[in-house]
Nanobody, 124 residues
Framework: QVQLVESGGGLVQAGGSLRLSCAAQ????????MGWFRQRPGKERELVAI???????SYGASVKGRFTISSDKVANTVDLQMNSLQPEDTANYYC??????????????????WGRGTQVTVSS
């Protein structure tokens, strides 16, 4: 099974930027989707950004125009560049992936492999 390791979380002031990275260890299937969900206390998990092995991307409505997802197929990594961060972006960010498909869905329960999460805190 693929294991996901996130890094890059931390504390940043409103209006600032942060870059998250996720490394997929043990990936053998070249067909996949990979990206990020986030969860705030008392809230449901929500889609942040996902990229497929075909290069197609999808973003949650609240982050469009501010966040950019990219991937390195050779290194099996996915990065999330977060700009113009706002306090409402404060959440635990989880790297996710699903092998064997390039179909992107916003349903969190469709993704079987999750990282442990990395905390992002945006101060006012």
């Amino acid at each position: 099974q693929v294991q996901l390791v996130e890094s890059g979380g931390g504390l940043v002031q409103a209006g600032g930027s942060l870059r998250l990275s996720c490394a997929a260890q043990g990936r053998t299937n070249p067909v996949y989707v990979m990206g990020w969900f986030r969860q705030r206390p008392g809230k449901e998990r929500e889609l942040v950004a996902i990229i497929s092995s075909r290069g197609i991307t999808s973003y949650g409505a609240s982050v469009k125009g501010r966040f950019t997802i990219s991937s390195d197929k050779v290194a099996n990594t996915v990065d999330l560049q977060m700009n113009s961060l706002q306090p409402e972006d404060t959440a635990n960010y989880y790297c996710i992936t699903r092998s064997g498909t390039t179909v992107i869905t916003a349903r969190a329960d469709e993704y079987r492999t999750w990282g442990r999460g990395t905390q992002v805190t945006v101060s006012s």
